[in-house]
């Protein structure tokens, strides 16, 4: 069983900066592509940003130039910086994680921003 382990949100102000963590259980050259993906009350879950097991990242359209997706290979982890945020940034983010046959999902953790 796949484990991701979200760490980093918060209350911030906006314009404000955070860094969210998502470390896994195993190597994550092991899944196809790893991401974030975000809640907002009353709303529907919503990509955030996505990196490829070839590198190759894409972010939704309300976040680029903003957040940015990174990867550390050696500590199985993704990360999310998230920099100039808004009010309309706060939702519960999730990490995912697809495999060939399986896809997995954080806990999740609370980022709020407040104007």
């Known amino acids: 069983q796949v484990q991701l382990v979200e760490s980093g949100g918060g209350l911030v102000q906006a314009g404000g900066s955070l860094r969210l963590s998502c470390a896994a259980s195993?190597?994550?050259?092991?899944?196809?592509?790893m991401g974030w993906y975000r809640q907002a009350p009353g709303k529907q879950r919503e990509l955030v940003a996505v990196i490829t097991s070839g590198g190759n990242r894409n972010y939704a359209d309300s976040v680029k130039g903003r957040f940015t997706l990174s990867r550390d290979n050696a500590k199985n982890t993704i990360y999310l910086q998230m920099n100039s945020l808004k009010p309309e940034d706060t939702a519960v983010y999730y990490c995912?994680?697809?495999?060939?046959?399986?896809?997995?999902w954080g806990q999740g953790t609370q980022v709020t921003v407040s104007s």
């Open positions: 995912n994680a697809e495999s060939v046959k399986f896809e997995y």
């Open positions: 195993r190597t994550i050259f092991s899944f196809n592509a």
